[in-house]
């Protein structure tokens, strides 16, 4: 087994490396493809994390993850693919290596720097994970590093895709550790006003070094997350959702949708997606056999109540149980969404309607991209 997956690892760092490194045909002309750059949390994360100094709960590098696509465990958190590998293959671009790859450095193609737990505030899980601030200074290093002149850099950079997914983990956080006294000193709404204002300052920066076309994933039902049902001391929803956690939630994604539209008329050329999360989470949840799954509530990995406990793998040190087959469930672990899952939020968020992503999917994103292509050439 082990040397099985050592066999696929390289097999995927060779078949990575070929497309990021090298042209390939047509080599010396320009990649005409926009590039990704990857911002964000465990959603997104493709390994970073298994880089850095944290604990196992931040970190997915081992057994059961992994199991179903890969068919090794990559420090992603699923059974296999997440959001930023669908949207490469419909973008029909290779997958992105994590950035802290060691010897990665070619970057033309774009970046991910998420990092599981990562967060807007410097005060969530300070020092266990990449958080936003740090994952900007990577993308200025990258920006360094790219060749060319500053007009070929801006305009490489201008027809960029630059997906986020920030939040989660500054909502979840308190009521997951049970370390509410920083929360506490804020209402709801400036609390959210702290996350919004620094994702602002983000997006600002991105905007700055060139960036334009943005695609945003917004803050997921997490109260209703196996992790937080299984620390839910009140049981207040009536559905054993952790309502604190929701509640802050539905705040941040107002406060989102209205700062991507004032954005909009403030940065120069700014345009935007931004897909429902918190829609597409309750109705899955609810209704899951509508969508294919035949548990929509409990993880098929983990311990405890929902296997909501933070138990998946032996590695956790934990006893827990895995289900036989992950794309019958909405969740992988405590807190993220199969392979099967995510597929189907990534289809949405790629062509869906307007009712669940606006006020462009991405494919209508990347087309805009190529557009800006054309009138270059001429
Ligand atoms: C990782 O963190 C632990 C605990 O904070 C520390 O003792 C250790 O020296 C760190 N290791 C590295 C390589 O930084
Ligand atoms: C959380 O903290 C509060 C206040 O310190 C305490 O009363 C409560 O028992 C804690 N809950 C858990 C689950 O540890
Ligand atoms: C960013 O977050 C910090 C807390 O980490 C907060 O003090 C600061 O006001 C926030 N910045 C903005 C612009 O909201």
Not at 27 to 47: C, E, I, K, M, N
Not at 222 to 237: D, E, F, H, I, K
Request: proline share 5%; hydrophobic share 40%; glycine share 10%.
């Amino acid at each position: 087994m082990a040397k099985h997956s050592i066999f696929l690892q390289i097999l995927l760092f060779v078949h990575c490396t070929f497309f990021i490194v090298f042209p390939g045909p047509g080599a010396g002309r320009q990649d005409h493809r926009a590039a990704l750059f990857v911002f964000g949390d465990s959603l997104f994360d493709v390994g970073n994390n298994n880089y850095i100094n944290t604990s196992t709960t931040f970190q997915a590098n081992f057994w059961p993850y992994g199991q179903t696509f890969f068919k090794y465990p990559t420090g992603r958190y699923s059974d296999g693919r997440l959001i930023p590998d669908f949207i490469a293959e419909h973008a029909k671009r290779p997958l992105l290596l994590p950035y802290k790859h060691p010897g990665y450095n070619q970057h033309a193609g774009g970046a991910n720097f998420a990092s599981s737990g990562a967060s807007a505030l410097a005060e969530t899980f300070q020092g266990l994970a990449i958080n936003l601030h740090t994952q900007l200074n990577y993308f200025k290093e990258v920006e360094r590093q790219l060749g060319g002149d500053i007009e070929a850099k801006k305009a490489l950079l201008s027809r960029a895709i630059f997906v986020l997914s920030i939040g989660a983990a500054d909502y979840a956080s308190p009521f997951w550790t049970n370390k509410t006294g920083f929360i506490r000193r804020f209402s709801g709404e400036e609390y959210v006003g702290m996350v919004i204002g620094n994702l602002t300052l983000v997006i600002k920066e991105i905007h700055k070094a060139g960036g334009r076309k943005f695609g945003f994933l917004g803050v997921s039902p997490m109260g209703c997350w196996p992790m937080l049902r299984a620390v839910n001391p009140t049981n207040t929803g009536d559905d054993g959702c952790h309502e604190d956690v929701n509640a802050l939630v539905r705040l941040h994604n107002v406060a989102l949708s209205q700062l991507l539209r004032s954005l909009e008329g403030e940065l120069q050329g700014f345009k935007y997606s931004l897909f429902d999360f918190y829609t597409w989470g309750l109705e899955r949840i609810n209704n899951p056999s509508k969508y294919g799954f035949k548990e929509g509530k409990e993880a098929c990995c983990g311990a405890g109540p929902y296997r909501g406990f933070d138990s998946c793998g032996e590695k956790r040190g934990v006893e827990y149980q895995l289900c036989s087959n992950p794309s019958e469930y909405l969740f992988f672990d405590l807190a993220h969404p199969s392979d099967a899952a995510f597929k189907q939020l990534s289809e949405l968020m790629w062509s869906g309607p307007p009712s669940i992503v606006w006020p462009y999917n991405l494919k209508a994103l990347f087309e805009l991209s190529l557009e800006d292509h054309g009138s270059d050439e001429l």
